[in-house]
């Protein structure tokens, strides 16, 4: 609670956790695979579509392995959500070309 009154004020908040407890109270989750890979940047409350699971402990054993961390980063990379958070990187920064993000 106190981390989301933080963030109503106008600071960012990073936290980085395996206790999934009340990570519904993030505006935005980030889940990186093994290698590194980005394989989640949106919304809680779409998650477990996205990897087609109903708990966090299934997300953590498809993401420890490398074939399937790309997997999901590749369909991470296809969502339009992925695409619009590309292109306003490119605009705050003044970026052209691809980005490794």
């Known amino acids: 609670d106190l981390l989301k009154n933080l963030s109503l004020k106008g600071k960012t908040i990073v936290v980085i956790t395996h206790n999934m407890e009340n990570v519904d109270k993030c505006d935005k989750i980030v889940f990186l ?12 409350d779409k998650l ?26 590749d369909k991470l ?3 339009v959500a992925y695409k619009v958070m590309v292109n306003d990187i ?3 920064y003044g970026l052209d070309g691809d980005l490794n993000v």
């Open 33 to 44: 695979g093994n290698g590194g890979h980005l394989c989640y940047c949106g919304a809680p």
């Open 48 to 73: 477990f579509n996205f990897f087609g699971v109903r708990k966090y402990g299934k997300i953590f054993s498809l993401l420890s392995d490398e074939k399937n961390s790309i997997l999901y980063e």
């Open 77 to 79: 990379k296809r969502t």
């Open 90 to 92: 490119k605009e705050i």
